[in-house]
């Protein structure tokens, strides 16, 4: 093997989402509105507690360590802590391992900042503990929280932070990052390939970036299909004939896509859900019969979370629909 095939293949060993993450605010890319709030606070090295919102893979952690890195240079690992809250739920490690690291010396910088990732994990005990170490050590702490869902953190936190809502990157942002990234590990990608990437992660960069990873080592050029197969996405017109198919009456048919999307191409039935959901308002359907399927979707997906069988569900979705033909 030649030093440059070598040197290609040490690449390719790279997790490209840490190969590619920002380094500073300016680098991250779809959320410019609250880069340039959080690049003030950074310039004038007075940084409130943060909060964090939104979906997977659209920059709130990136985010955190771009702060971090830009008010601390490369020091900035001494000055930083990183939890994540869905590991460690409990009340002992707001009360043990934070107040531990805010109580410790340091030097150098007025404050330290701790990041609680999905912070919305916390039990509500785990959460009015960490209120009132936030209260304790605001002289040397800045807590910066990250969560899914902003309602679930407890009203006394969310007032004493600047909360920032991170919207779902949109398909601009991810397709010139695809491209960015495909042009430097020299791989060749299809127009189908970059479309089918920017519809599997549905605005999540992280998605996204690891489908192209993955797509790169099945051929020589990462097209359409490798990116369905290797994200384990169904393709939109999979879903829209499947959909059809019920709204026409025939539930076999149906039935029959449904078992081959799960079955024989091994989509989870909660993805099928959520691809269902962004289908919606591309059928030929009126307003209310747009509204009836959203709520059994909606339904399907409730019983699918609290532990309903897939199958039996999407099935009964289908079956709804033919029914109403």
């Not at 701790?114 to 807590?143: G, K």
Request: charged share 30%; net charge negative; hydrophobic share 40%.
């Amino acid at each position: 093997m030649s030093e440059a095939d070598t040197e290609s293949r040490a690449g390719r060993d790279e997790i490209w989402i840490e190969k590619y993450r920002p380094q500073t605010l300016d680098e991250i890319v779809g959320q410019e509105t609250i880069v340039e709030r959080l690049q003030s606070y950074v310039a004038r090295d007075d940084l409130p507690h943060l909060m964090f919102s939104g979906e997977a893979g659209i920059g709130k952690s990136t985010a955190a360590l771009a702060i971090a890195r830009e008010l601390y240079g490369e020091d900035w690992q001494e000055h930083f802590l990183e939890l994540n809250a869905s590991d460690q739920r409990g009340i002992d490690v707001v009360r043990e391992r934070i107040k531990n690291f805010a109580r410790s010396s340091f030097g150098g910088a007025k404050y330290r900042i701790i990041f609680l990732d999905e912070a919305d994990a916390l039990t509500s005990d785990a959460q009015s503990a960490l209120r009132r170490t936030m209260e304790e050590f605001s002289n040397n702490v800045r807590f910066i929280l990250s969560c899914n869902y902003s309602s679930q953190i407890i009203d006394p936190i969310q007032s004493r932070c600047a909360v920032f809502r991170f919207n779902p990157l949109s398909d601009e942002a991810v397709e010139e990052q695809i491209r960015i990234i495909a042009e430097e590990e020299d791989i060749e990608v299809a127009d189908d390939g970059v479309d089918a990437l920017i519809y599997a992660a549905d605005g999540d960069m992280r998605r996204a970036i690891n489908g192209l990873q993955a797509a790169a080592v099945t051929g020589d050029v990462v097209d359409e299909e490798a990116v369905y197969a290797i994200t384990s996405t169904a393709r939109p017109e999979e879903i829209h004939e499947m959909v059809t198919q019920a709204l026409d009456g025939d539930f076999l048919a149906a039935r029959s896509t449904l078992d081959d999307l799960l079955t024989n191409e091994g989509i989870a039935g909660g993805d099928v859900i959520d691809q269902l959901h962004r289908s919606v308002w591309e059928f030929d359907l009126d307003d209310e019969a747009a509204v009836t399927l959203l709520d059994r979707i909606g339904e399907a997906d409730y019983r699918i979370t609290e532990g309903a069988n897939e199958r039996i569900q999407l099935e009964a979705l289908l079956a709804s629909l033919a029914l109403d033909d």
